[in-house]
């Protein structure tokens, strides 16, 4: 079956520091990507998307690069605060479909 | 700035009962969403509402569960009896339109004893 998944489970960083985190993604028809926030207790909160068309697409301190060769997306976020401090979910829409297929989600720490 | 708004925050059942969760969409928008997330888990899709019907729905979303726009501004999820495996965050999500960002409510937690 299609699945979305993370490489890593938990990553901390330093503050300041930038972060990376990775989701592999095994629909190679899906166009259309969101990275979500998600704090403890709150929903997802859209952090940035990007259309399969796309290989790179900037927002305020973050990044989302698109490699659709090896189906890898990632998330960078730049001199990383306190505040980003969350598990981040990649998700993917295959093309046909409305519904958002989620990874299993990465824990950022950030150490102050 | 707008949001979607989901009433209760928690909700506490006895297994058997029924459930109504109540979402209040953005206003402009159209596509309307439920999702679950189980404790420490992923974010698994129940099913997708557009022009008053369903247009797709998980295997997870099964006889029990059901939703309406009653008045045209709640959407909400029942679920008729309640088992202990329904216990999750429940979470709305809307959309302008199909294929375009998803705003996520702050979700129902819902425990079943």
């Known amino acids: 079956g299609e699945s979305v998944g993370l490489h890593l489970p938990t990553l901390s960083v330093q503050e300041g520091d930038n972060s990376i985190i990775n989701c592999a993604y095994s629909?190679?028809?899906?166009?259309?990507f969101i990275w979500y926030k998600q704090e403890s207790g709150k929903g997802p909160q859209f952090i940035i998307d990007?259309?399969?068309?796309?290989d790179k697409r900037q927002g305020q301190r973050v990044t989302v690069l698109l490699n659709k060769t090896v189906k890898h997306l990632s998330l960078q976020i730049a001199a990383t605060q306190p505040g980003d401090s969350a598990v981040y979910f990649c998700?993917?829409?295959?093309?046909?479909?409305?519904?958002?297929?989620f990874g299993k989600g990465t824990r950022l720490s950030v150490i102050a | 700035e707008p949001e979607v708004t989901q009433t209760p925050s928690h909700q506490v059942t006895q297994m058997g009962q029924e459930v109504i969760l109540r979402c209040v969409p953005i206003?402009?928008?159209?596509?309307f969403y439920w999702y679950r997330q189980i404790l420490g888990q992923k974010v698994e899709f129940l099913v997708s509402?557009?022009?008053?019907?369903?247009?797709?729905k998980s295997e997870i979303f099964d006889d029990q569960f059901s939703v309406e726009r009653p008045d045209g501004s709640n959407f909400t999820l029942k679920i008729r009896s309640t088992k202990l495996e329904d216990s999750a965050m429940y979470f709305c999500?809307?959309?302008?339109?199909?294929?375009?960002?998803?705003?996520f409510g702050p979700g129902t937690r819902l425990t079943v004893l």
């Open positions: 998700a993917e829409t295959p093309p046909g479909n409305t519904p958002l297929v």
């Open positions: 629909n190679s028809a899906s166009d259309y």
């Open positions: 990007i259309r399969s068309n796309m």
């Open positions: 206003s402009n928008h159209l596509y």
């Open positions: 509402f557009y022009n008053n019907e369903i247009s797709e």
């Open positions: 999500a809307t959309a302008t339109s199909r294929g375009n960002e998803q705003f």
